[in-house]
């Protein structure tokens, strides 16, 4: 169980975070206990008083899992992953430490997705999904993704409801020209 959040709105929201609820595979127990080398797993997913917003978030974390790679612009999500395919991910994650790792070396893979309630604007709920990827090398790979959910509307607010219709590719590119200056 995460920290709990209330936001002080009218329509008060309490968020807290939970554990996936998993195990390595007793294949993969056995060989990580054996060179004193398991692999790092923390999935959390969000739980709140709006389970439309749980809905959402959760969505998306078990995308970055079974996916590996975020979906462009905190889209929405066209095919659901379940349970057993977020557990598949995982084996499999779990499994390519041990098949891409000589016995005499010893890192350990990390996976790691988890949420963060940023707080409120007004009747808007704001969250970030964190996910980092360590497979071996210099550095693992981290993503941050940001969503926003209009209480009023019990909708999530896209980057498309943000902006004047037509002005996307403006938009694109001033955006691309400030992370090459950045």
């Known amino acids: 169980?995460?920290?709990?959040?209330?936001?002080?709105?009218?329509?008060?929201?309490?968020?807290?975070?939970?554990?996936?609820?998993?195990?390595?595979?007793?294949k993969i127990q056995k060989i990580c206990t054996e060179r004193d080398n398991c692999p790092e797993i923390e999935i959390k997913y969000l739980k709140t008083n709006h389970g439309w917003i749980d809905k959402t978030v959760n969505a998306r974390i078990d995308n970055l899992v079974?996916?590996?790679?975020?979906?462009?612009?905190?889209?929405?999500?066209?095919?659901?992953?379940?349970?057993?395919?977020?557990?598949?991910?995982?084996?499999?994650?779990?499994?390519s430490q041990f098949q891409d790792m000589p016995e005499d070396v010893s890192w350990d893979y990390s996976l790691m997705v988890t949420p963060d309630y940023l707080g409120h604007v007004n009747n808007f709920e704001?969250?970030?999904?964190?996910?980092?990827?360590?497979?071996?090398?210099?550095?693992?790979?981290?993503?941050?993704?940001y969503l926003m959910?209009?209480?009023?509307?019990?909708?999530?607010?896209t980057l498309d409801d943000m902006l004047i219709k037509g002005k996307k590719p403006r938009f694109e590119a001033l955006a691309h020209d400030a992370y090459k200056a950045w």
């Open 126 to 145: 704001l969250f970030k999904i964190n996910s980092y990827v360590f497979t071996g090398g210099a550095h693992g790979m981290p993503y941050s993704e």
């Open 66 to 95: 079974v996916n590996s790679k975020p979906t462009a612009e905190s889209a929405p999500i066209k095919t659901k992953s379940s349970q057993e395919d977020v557990t598949a991910a995982i084996d499999d994650f779990a499994t």
């Open 1 to 26: 169980m995460g920290a709990v959040s209330l936001s002080a709105n009218a329509g008060s929201l309490i968020s807290s975070t939970e554990y996936l609820d998993y195990q390595l595979p007793e």
């Open 149 to 157: 959910f209009d209480l009023n509307t019990k909708k999530q607010v």
